[in-house]
């Protein structure tokens, strides 16, 4: 591949994730605002774990998927790893976001100061390319 279209591909792939992060914000927001989700939800790009690495992974601009769920008050571990398993349920969402460089799943509150983290590869289905699809 020549540099020309390298550099294309890495402003293709930027402007999608940006569309992903927007379109993940618009629809918390109506889903707040209409009673549908009883939390706030707002994603944003993060830096990552550099151990969930792999061969798309986005480094040059932050690796990490980072949802904040606004709820008023510190979220249980419980309370993180249920919002973390809705996402990572949706292997079509998973694969998504691998392609696009995430390779981490963050899942914070909107008080305190942890939050959970996930490696995305880890949810989706392994082929076995020996054996066939």
């Known amino acids: 591949m020549n540099i020309w279209n390298t550099i294309v ?4 792939d930027r ?4 569309r992903v992060i ?3 914000n618009e629809s918390a927001r109506q889903a707040y605002m209409s009673g ?13 774990d550099p151990n969930y690495a792999h061969e798309f992974s986005a480094r040059w ?26 996402i990572l349920a949706d292997e079509k969402l998973v694969r998504r976001l691998i392609v696009l460089g995430w390779d981490t799943l ?13 490696r995305l590869t880890d949810f ?10």
Do not use: C
Request: aromatic content about 12%.
């Open 106 to 118: 963050e899942i914070h509150g909107s008080e305190g100061v942890y939050g959970l983290k996930w």
């Open 36 to 48: 549908d989700a009883p939390v706030m939800l707002k994603a944003k790009i993060s830096r990552g």
């Open 15 to 18: 402007s999608e994730r940006s």
């Open 22 to 24: 927007s379109s993940f």
């Open 9 to 12: 591909d890495w402003f293709r």
């Open 61 to 86: 601009s932050g690796s990490g998927f980072r949802v904040m769920v606004f709820t008023g008050g510190q979220l249980s571990r419980a309370e993180l790893e249920f919002m973390g398993n809705v």
């Open 124 to 133: 989706t289905t392994k082929i076995n390319l020996i054996n066939g699809f």
